[in-house]
């Protein structure tokens, strides 16, 4: 905190710690330094201002020092590269202040592209348990008669209250998908049918897939709700 203090009462302060940052982690083979560094660019993220917020999603950063860290020479373990494409994601649906994620929105998008799986969300991870736990507590009879199944399909007492800040991320989810609801519009837009470009086709099948798995975990839990 107080780094964090420091980045927000000096004038070259996001700059400089941006700068620190990125020597922290490049070339660096320490997972131990690695994930304590990530811990420090998470706790800046949200304790630090636009100032820094704007510095830390511009593709010099993402894609020049985190991304390269998904390389399979540093062997990261799962939970620290899972823990970066969730920076990437995460960052990519905006901050409160106007701040511009333009950059990292194009660096997640072309990771979507290439095939990288991004760790499911909070609200996905959500809706996962719920399933799991409404499937343990409601196991399915064999010839389940008509109140039942209903009861199955929707218990009386599954409201689910979200909590402030998971509200914030299911608005987060809602402006994913609409943003690559336009992206794929714009890509329907500029090829013609006969002549695709094949990899703009290819991204509109990862954004299609993307696309279909949040709404189906986004109606799930509204209907939850």
């Known amino acids: 905190m107080n780094i964090c203090d420091i980045i927000n009462t000096t004038q070259d302060g996001p700059k400089d710690a941006v700068k620190a940052l990125k020597k922290r982690i490049s070339k660096n083979y320490n997972h131990k330094e690695i994930q304590l560094t990530l ?6 993220v949200q304790n630090c201002g636009p100032s820094f917020q704007s510095l830390i999603v511009k593709k010099e950063f993402v894609k020049e020092n985190l991304v ?19 920076f990437i994601k995460t960052w990519s649906q905006g901050f409160p202040g106007g701040v511009d994620v333009s950059e990292v929105k194009e660096v997640y998008l072309d990771l979507l592209k290439k095939g990288v799986q991004f760790p499911p ?16 507590s409601n196991p399915p009879t064999s010839v389940p008669t008509a109140p039942a199944l209903s009861s199955v399909i929707a218990p009386k007492n599954s409201t689910i209250t ?15 998908v609409k943003m690559n609801v336009r992206v ?23 954004l299609y ?12 839990l509204f209907s939850k709700l």
Request: charged content about 25%; aromatic content about 2%.
């Open 39 to 44: 811990s420090l660019i998470d706790m800046c």
């Open 68 to 86: 390269k860290l998904l390389n399979p020479r540093y062997n990261l373990p799962l939970d620290i590269q899972n823990r970066i494409l969730n």
């Open 121 to 136: 969300s909070e609200v996905e991870a959500e809706t996962a348990r719920q399933e799991t736990a409404q499937l343990s």
């Open 184 to 206: 794929m519009s714009a890509i329907l837009m500029e090829n013609t049918p006969g002549s695709e470009n094949h990899e703009d086709i290819e991204l509109l099948q990862v």
């Open 209 to 220: 897939a993307f696309g279909d798995n949040q709404s189906k975990c986004l109606l799930k």
């Open 162 to 176: 979200l909590v402030p800040e998971q509200i914030g991320k299911l608005h987060s989810e809602l402006d994913m």
